[in-house]
């Protein structure tokens, strides 16, 4: 490439179709040949393909005489582009690529002997054949497959000789472009979408002009202002100036969020105070609510709770009594005021007595219609939407028949026809089966129609109603005439069944069903029956048990709520939650040692962990909601309130230990205290993921 001025010939590549150009990164030119960009498109001019240069040199010697003169002038003038080619050096086509020799001098040809046709259109085969000399002497024929772009290239632009008016192109890229997919919209690049706007301000040039007393000319001086400078102010006087404006400005400004913040924090007062008035006219309201509707429990008693709430108001009136009678009276007097009080305890038993007989009497018939309408109850289930689908079958159709004549049968003042209606309605309907029981009840029905047809007094038919009712609900009861009343009988049909859940009371010595002996966690053997407990602490100790079966229903229920497969919640019964309560929290909140019952719940100690007698606190409502938002108990509480709280969850342990039931739950939360404890004291190196 040095030397310029025997090169007639230059290398190009000219894999290309169509209307491709030569790339300018394939192209080899003289390193001072002057070149201009350019856009142009310009046609491929390709000569014939030689082996070896001295075959392109004999071909053209006779052409190379007429145009030695133009060759010479510009070889001198270094506008001849390519490089000195040895004799002996052949032309070498690889892979897809061949090379062609094109002589400069075609160019020239054109410009200086137009009249003479070169050969512009040229179509390349799909397949060429290649010499390739592989020895001196031995020559070696490489057929090639061209291949040829399926795609137009696009111009990326190039150069251009100003002499020969040669382009040469940038090379493109080879890999064809991925293609968008056509959505049938009509798309435009974000140039093209997009308005640039650029504001600059400009300020034209204004011309002004300045008259002054001159000979000729007089210009009044009256309305001039006399401008005198002013006091010099150095720079540290400037910067002390605006010291001192921004400490002022600074100042308003600080008062002015002091303003702000004290008007926020009596904000604040007020509604705190408003929400604690509000809180205490609640609890206030509460507690009376709660005081009204004992004093009502105990006026009219009518459950269970509600005659062993008035069991323990008579217990405690009685110690008090004892208690002052042997503080004030002694000898004779002192035996003879525990006679009087031995009697007025008799005379409330037997108030309380009669209260009981008459409440058995009313939950005794709210029972009966409860269960004849849970046996009138379609089948229900829910669906996969939710829906709940309700569906009546023959045994519920007969099974509401039924409720509804027992609960016309047992109303009472009502007129004399509709008692008749109702009386043969009943007689029609056990008439289909022929049977001892449903002859008792025709003649009774046709017994009272008779001494309802003489006038005889209402009064005078009770009795006989009752027998009418009585029966009747015999007659509801059997499986028999009834077959929906089979799964609700707490007694099976089959008397081989009853072997299998059927415990005996040592103490009223009945066989009973398993569901009626309470059996606490801590209990190896089958006690008492829940009748005779319930006699026993009616006549000895007279303690209630509906704050603890309280406490322990809404522990339940927020156990439930976790959704977390809680279990030994579920297996603690009221008399180990009353165990824990008294005995080992002392009746009363850990925080504020609220003493009332009635406002104290159990709720977890470590959230994360299900509820068990070692993971729990004794709280009021209100500490409970705020206990149960921390989400760091050792931040949150002092370690001496932490350390009393984990020894009475030893206390519990100790105690649950002893039953078999709660071992599996005790080594479960022992080896998770355990890992917790490790993961506390182990150091856990940097960048390793836990």
């Known amino acids: 490439m040095e030397d310029t001025s025997d090169s007639r010939f230059e290398v190009v590549t000219t894999e290309r179709s169509g209307a491709e150009q030569p790339s300018a990164s394939s192209e080899r030119r003289a390193p001072d040949a002057p070149f201009s960009a350019s856009s142009e498109s310009m046609s491929p001019v390709t000569n014939e393909n030689y082996s070896t240069l001295p075959e392109v040199r004999n071909s053209e010697r006779e052409e190379q005489t007429s145009q030695n003169s133009v060759l010479s002038e510009n070889t001198a003038s270094g506008t001849v582009t390519g490089s000195m080619i040895d004799d002996n050096e052949t032309l070498r086509r690889t892979k897809a690529n061949f090379e062609t020799i094109r ?327 056990v008439k289909e089966h022929e049977y001892k029981l449903t002859r008792e009840i025709v003649e009774l029905i046709d017994r009272e129609v008779d001494l309802m047809s003489r006038e005889v007094k209402e009064c005078n038919l009770e009795g006989l109603r009752k027998r009418i009712c009585t029966l009747f609900l015999q007659y509801i009861k059997t499986p028999k005439f009834n077959p929906e009343v089979a799964r609700m009988l707490k007694v099976p049909p089959d008397p081989l069944k009853l072997y299998k859940n059927v415990n005996f009371c040592h103490s009223c010595e009945n066989y009973l069903p398993s569901t009626e002996f309470p059996v606490p966690a801590n209990s190896r053997t089958i006690g008492r029956c829940r009748l005779c407990g319930k006699l026993d602490n009616e006549a000895r100790r007279r303690e209630p048990s509906l704050k603890y079966k309280l406490i322990l229903e809404n522990l339940r229920k927020s156990e439930a709520d976790y959704q977390d497969d809680a279990k030994i919640v579920f297996l603690v019964q009221h008399q180990d939650l009353q165990y824990m309560i008294e005995n080992i929290w002392g009746c009363q909140s850990a925080l504020s040692a609220c003493s009332d019952l009635y406002d104290l719940v159990m709720v977890r100690w470590n959230k994360q962990h299900e509820w068990s007698p070692w993971n729990t606190i004794l709280l009021t409502k209100d500490e409970a909601d705020a206990h149960l938002k921390l989400c760091n108990l050792q931040k949150a509480y002092e370690a001496a309130f932490i350390h009393r709280i984990k020894h009475k969850h030893i206390r519990a342990k100790n105690y649950f230990a002893q039953i078999p039931a709660m071992t599996s739950f005790l080594h479960r939360s022992d080896n998770q205290a355990n890992a917790n404890e490790f993961l506390i004291a182990t150091p856990i190196p940097t960048g390793t993921k836990t």
């Open 103 to 429: 002589s400069e001098k075609l160019c020239l040809d054109q410009e200086h002997f137009p009249g003479k046709t070169v050969q512009q259109d040229y179509h390349m085969p799909d397949v060429i054949t290649v010499r390739v000399q592989t020895d001196p002497d031995s020559f070696q024929d490489v057929v090639v497959k061209i291949e040829r772009p399926t795609y137009h290239k696009p111009f990326l632009g190039g150069f251009k000789n100003r002499i020969t008016g040669v382009e040469f192109h940038n090379a493109g890229s080879q890999t064809i472009p991925k293609k968008r997919p056509d959505k049938g919209i009509q798309l435009f690049c974000r140039e093209t979408q997009t308005v640039f706007e650029k504001n600059k301000p400009q300020q034209t040039k204004s011309t002004t002009s300045t008259q002054m007393t001159k000979i000729g000319l007089y210009v009044s001086n009256v309305t001039d202002k006399l401008v005198s400078p002013g006091k010099y102010l150095t720079a540290e006087e400037y910067h002390k100036r605006r010291l001192e404006a921004v400490i002022v400005l600074q100042t308003y400004f600080r008062r002015w969020c002091a303003i702000n913040v004290v008007q926020n924090l009596r904000e604040e007062k007020s509604l705190r105070l408003a929400w604690e008035a509000q809180e205490e006219l609640r609890r206030k309201k509460e507690k009376e609510g709660k005081l009204r509707r004992e004093h009502e429990r105990r006026l009219n008693p009518k459950t269970k709770e509600d005659f062993e709430l008035l069991y323990h108001a008579l217990e405690l009136w009685r110690q008090e009594e004892t208690e002052r009678i042997n503080r004030t009276l002694t000898g004779a007097e002192r035996k003879a005021a525990f006679c009087g009080l031995l009697d007025q305890e008799a005379q409330l038993i037997a108030s309380i007595g009669r209260h009981k007989l008459n409440a058995d009497e009313e939950n005794q018939q709210k029972a009966i219609l409860h269960f004849l309408d849970k046996c009138a109850q379609p089948k229900r289930w829910k669906a996969y939407d939710g829906k709940i689908t309700e569906m009546d079958t023959q045994y519920t159709l007969r099974a509401r028949e039924l409720f509804e004549i027992y609960r016309s049968v047992s109303m009472n003042d009502i007129p004399k026809d509709e008692r008749i209606d109702v009386l043969l309605t009943l007689r029609r309907t």
